[in-house]
């Protein structure tokens, strides 16, 4: 499609978008037919919304996948389409589980790449999403033709303005509802995505009276690059998109504060904000100021009056600042809205409408205005004195109050861009730039910190958990880094140091007891990494002692226990052969300790750690030449990694956790002489690195791993002698030897190599001998070198 044809069609869109039907239906009759039907589509995805797919009927045209299978489920009927979807109703399909989801797969003609891609975006974000007002994300997957699809909680409800309006809901009700929608978006907001379409049609509220924020198809991930087509092509409904969506402006988390905003007018006077549904006219009714505001509109609609009084002042103020025109004068999240609507329901001053003291005084001398007269010969002479003293007071007050709020921001922006922003990004392929750039926006923000938190405790103990992370991104020993070593270490070093100083000041204080321990924990990495296995022995061995210490006073602290868990597995890893039991004993501890952890709580984190020492166990079984024993913990870290899947079906690392658990499983079957249960774990590894890779090419890790899997293949059929012929081998081979070269070819590039160290000789050093390898094998299969 040109520019200009697409410009035609989105100019007829937005003309007819919000009309009535017949007099939308009589202005597309004048268009031509393929105008007409581009329209149609783009109607069905702006105005039909997820929610209006789940409450719709099912619609009368024919889809030849009712009653097929998607993965575990079957379609029972259509329950919706838009633009890029279809939404179906379909119940399970095996005798596994019961219940019904709202299963969403791309429309057949749609799947071009930019849809794909927007279809997995939305996918990959609602993943990142728990929260109790946001449809959950259930199962995903791909059918056999290739086509994305997942299936997400069936909700049963209402569009909350139709709910209000049924239930005649009063205006504190209203308010509670709308408070905990914009809890679901601030939760959305914490992890980087903006909705960019919130709209009544796409918050349903259930007959319980619970909301929930469903259709995240054309939200955006702000750590993501700019998608051009996001806002390029119109995807947003115009009467509750912002003036910087409508002028196809940047998108930030203030746009949907916005649409929070028309939201809250509608809910509260019943009706939207402006008539037109122009977004040029839109934009300039905002920015001459002629939104009426939610009272006057109650009133010039003939409404009821005492609710108009009731919204005049404060709601109406709220309502106002958050559609302001420019985004940095609105409220800076869904969190400060609400807070302001539950300061205006607790009768408490609001941020919307603060009066000064000026404002104040001339109420008071209107209420009582000849006394005030009689007393202002009196009163002069003080005046001057009490003004001078307060101006001087509020002065003084405001600078402490902006050194405060600056303090606060920079604290508040160091935690997201090291916790939040990091984690939200760090699975995502060819990130690795934008980790380097946030690692050194963060040491800025971490420096100025460090100044303004001596002597205060607890904003130490929170510099040291940043630079711990800060550490964590430079150079980690235990996960995907950027290889900086050396910073690594300086970072470690400053968290021991606000650590050790929070623990001086408060040394009852369990969050700077259980920060040292984690330096400490950190320290014993470094150790490890120079090969300085006694030292790193003893920094492990003061973090347990730290952390038994502080579970005394308090046992149930989880973090301190998940770390004690942690610590006595890198203990177990550092201790030599020599040292045999000793390593047992430490993992058996943590094995304990884990177990009581997940029994207790099903935090993934404790999980998987639970799953490595699964698989410490299985490998100290199987080295001590005990496959039972080794089968059975192997066994054990598999289950856990496939429920940890399940919960997170996108998730490269869930993934690869499986696959490393089925590598492990096929080397001891393979060990036993059970070639064919060898051979369905490496078949079923090999699906999932297929799939890795497949996700993301330039992984050199993925492409690495999944040539790892084609050469066990490749091994385990040259042993079988049930083989049919060599023709699978040198299959196997061929995808293993091209696999191995790609890998190697990427290692210079940093984007590509999804953590490694750079400079790191080792690996490449590996990859040149697997290739060796598989060269000589295709050899003697008669096939020459690549």
């Not at 379609?75 to 399970?92: F, H, K, P, Q, T």
């Not at 400490?520 to 730290?546: F, H, M, T």
């Not at 289950?639 to 499986?658: C, F, K, M």
């Not at 299959?731 to 590509?752: K, S, T, V």
């Amino acid at each position: 499609m040109t520019p200009d044809r697409w410009r035609e069609i989105k100019q007829v869109f937005q003309a007819v978008v919000e009309l009535p039907a017949a007099e939308r239906d009589a202005r597309l009759a004048a268009v031509d037919d393929d105008t007409r039907r581009e329209v149609e589509q783009l109607l069905a995805a702006a105005t039909t919304g997820a929610a209006d797919f789940l409450e719709a009927p099912p619609l009368a045209i024919g889809d030849d996948r009712i009653g097929r299978r998607i993965g575990p489920w079957r379609i029972v009927e259509e329950l919706g389409r838009g633009g890029m979807g279809a939404v179906y109703r379909a119940s399970r399909a095996d005798d596994e589980l019961r219940g019904e989801v709202a299963l969403k797969v791309v429309k057949r003609g749609m799947d071009t790449d930019a849809v794909l891609r927007r279809f997995r975006a939305e996918r990959q974000i609602l993943a990142g999403l728990s929260h109790p007002n946001i449809a959950r994300l259930l199962d995903a997957g791909t059918t056999d033709d290739g086509t994305p699809w997942f299936a997400m909680e069936l909700i049963h409800g209402q569009p909350i303005d139709r709910y209000c309006d049924r239930h005649q809901l009063a205006i504190r009700a209203r308010l509670d509802l709308f408070a905990t929608v914009c809890s679901a978006v601030q939760h959305a907001h914490q992890r980087l995505i903006v909705h960019r379409d919130l709209k009544p049609s796409n918050i349903l509220v259930t007959d319980e009276g619970r909301p929930v924020l469903l259709d995240f198809g054309i939200a955006k991930l702000l750590a993501a690059e700019a998608d051009a087509t996001a806002t390029g092509l119109g995807l947003m409904t115009p009467a509750y998109a912002s003036p910087e969506q409508l002028a196809g402006r940047p998108v930030t988390t203030a746009s949907d504060v916005y649409s929070l905003g028309v939201l809250a007018y509608e809910l509260l006077a019943g009706r939207r904000p402006y008539d037109v549904t122009n977004p040029e006219a839109i934009v300039r009714l905002l920015e001459r100021g002629e939104v009426i505001p939610p009272s006057a509109a109650i009133v010039r609609d003939g409404g009821d009056r005492r609710r108009a009084r009731r919204l005049r002042g404060d709601l109406d103020a709220i309502v106002a600042m958050a559609m302001r025109p420019a985004p940095d004068q609105r409220y800076t999240s869904p969190h400060e809205l609400a807070n302001d609507l539950e300061a205006y329901l607790a009768g408490r001053p609001t941020v919307a409408r603060r009066e000064g003291l000026a404002g104040r005084t001339w109420k008071l001398v209107r209420r009582h205005r000849v006394a005030a007269f009689a007393s202002l010969a009196v009163v002069v002479a003080l005046v001057g004195g009490i003004v001078a003293t307060t101006r001087q007071a509020r002065i003084a007050d405001a600078e402490r109050g902006r050194a405060e709020r600056r303090f606060g921001e920079v604290r508040q922006l160091a935690g997201r861009v090291l916790f939040e922003l990091h984690d939200a990004i760090a699975e995502l392929p060819g990130s690795t730039a934008a980790r380097i750039r946030l690692a050194e926006e963060s040491l800025s923000y971490l420096n100025a910190l460090s100044v303004d938190a001596t002597g205060r405790p607890d904003l130490l103990v929170e510099v040291s958990a940043a630079w711990l992370r800060v550490g964590d991104v430079q150079g980690s020993v235990a996960g995907a880094n950027l290889g900086q070593r050396d910073a690594a270490r300086t970072s470690y070093a400053r968290a021991l140091a606000a650590a050790e100083e929070a623990r001086m000041i408060a040394p009852a204080s369990v969050d700077a007891r259980r920060a040292v321990a984690a330096a400490r924990n950190r320290a014993g990495d470094v150790a490890w990494e120079d090969d300085d296995l006694p030292g790193s022995i003893v920094e492990y061995q003061r973090a347990i002692a730290l952390l038994r210490d502080l579970l005394v006073d308090a046992p149930a602290d989880g973090e301190a226990r998940h770390l004690l868990v942690q610590t006595l597995v890198d203990l177990g890893d550092s201790l030599s052969r020599a040292e045999a039991d000793r390593r047992r004993a430490s993992y058996a501890e943590a094995q304990a300790l884990a177990e009581a952890l997940v029994a207790e709580s099903p935090d993934p984190r404790v999980r998987r750690t639970l799953s490595l020492i699964y698989n410490r166990a299985g490998k100290a079984a199987e080295t001590a030449g005990d496959p039972v024993t080794a089968r059975a913990r192997y066994q054990q870290a598999l289950t856990l990694r496939e429920e940890i899947l399940a919960g997170a079906p996108t998730s490269a690392a869930a993934r690869r956790d499986v696959s490393t658990s089925l590598g492990h499983l096929s080397r001891l079957a393979r060990a036993a002489g059970d070639l064919d249960r060898a051979r369905a774990a490496s078949e079923r590894a090999l699906d999932i690195d297929r799939a890795i890779a497949a996700a993301d090419p330039a992984d050199v890790r993925a492409v690495r791993d999944l040539a790892t899997s084609n050469t066990k293949l490749a091994e385990i059929d040259h042993e079988s002698a049930t083989a049919a012929g060599g023709d699978e081998r040198v299959a196997y081979l061929r995808a293993a030897a091209a696999g191995f070269r790609r890998a190697l070819a990427g290692w210079n590039d940093l984007e590509a190599r999804g953590g490694f160290t750079p400079g790191d000789e080792t690996f490449a050093a590996e990859l040149h001998g697997a290739i060796a390898t598989v060269d000589k094998d295709l050899a003697a299969e008669g096939w020459p070198r690549p």
